[in-house]
């Protein structure tokens, strides 16, 4: 059973156009992330949700927008796509601590998108 | 704020050397730290992670880190590089109480025949 899962894996599209990306965690886990992962392979986190509650959202156009319909699924929908869009993003989750213990996190396969 | 920082974008050794990718973090408390491994074209898998209980510590595929805060340092090695070892490697940190992951620029570990 694949623990967190992306779709789709590879999506190539047009400048201008919208697009959405599904992450689905049967772990079971209270948190979801979104990080986007560039060329050089720096990892940068873009939005978290607990609870369906957004709790992390970093500078980040407001092009890009996560919605959660419940705790086992974040998307991320990205409005009028741009050149720079271009990456590999990452869907993670990890278990709800309150006291802080270690996050640790569990990553989707990836997808890699790529506007022309 | 707090970063981490290894040292390294590119690291290559010969067949049954000693592996050794250095991180460092910058925090005022002690933080959660962790090694994430991505092999080509797949996701971040975990590797081993520090949690205050133990300051050497063990992971998966023989590897393991060694926590000191004197040093602020979270160097992961392993005694024997073996082929399948060839991946890109990640340091992290997660401050304490907090959700968020910060990672390092990572380090592409090359393996010679």
């Known amino acids: 059973d694949t623990a967190v899962s992306q779709t789709p894996k590879y999506l190539v599209t047009q400048m201008g156009n919208d697009k959405s990306i599904k992450c689905e965690q049967n772990?079971?886990?209270?948190?979801m992330y979104w990080y986007k992962q560039d060329s050089k392979k720096f990892l940068k986190i873009m939005f978290s949700?607990?609870?369906?509650?957004?709790?992390i959202n970093e500078t980040v156009p407001n092009r890009f927008s996560p919605k959660s319909p419940d705790k086992a699924h974040l998307n991320l929908h990205i409005n009028s796509l741009e050149l720079g869009d271009s990456a590999v993003y990452f869907c993670?989750?990890?278990?709800?601590?309150?006291?802080?213990?270690?996050?640790?996190?569990?990553f989707g396969p990836g997808t890699r998108l790529t506007v022309l | 704020a707090q970063s981490v920082t290894q040292l390294g974008s590119h690291v290559s050794v010969s067949e049954g050397a000693l592996v050794l990718l250095r991180c460092n973090y910058s925090?005022?408390?002690?933080?959660?730290l962790f090694w994430y491994v991505q092999y080509p074209n797949q996701g971040l898998q975990l590797l081993l992670k520090?949690?205050?209980?133990?300051?050497l510590v063990k992971g998966i595929n023989g590897f393991e880190a060694e926590f000191k805060k004197s040093e602020t340092s979270f160097h992961l090695t392993k005694p024997s590089a073996h082929m399948s070892d060839a991946a890109e490697y990640f340091c992290?940190?997660?401050?304490?109480?907090?959700?968020?992951?910060?990672f390092g620029t990572g380090t592409r570990l090359k393996v010679l025949a």
């Open positions: 925090s005022s408390v002690p933080p959660y």
């Open positions: 993670a989750s990890s278990q709800d601590s309150a006291s802080g213990a270690y996050n640790e996190q569990f």
């Open positions: 949700y607990n609870n369906k509650e957004l709790i």
């Open positions: 992290a940190v997660s401050p304490s109480g907090t959700y968020k992951y910060i």
């Open positions: 772990l079971g886990h209270d948190t």
């Open positions: 520090y949690t205050s209980a133990a300051t």
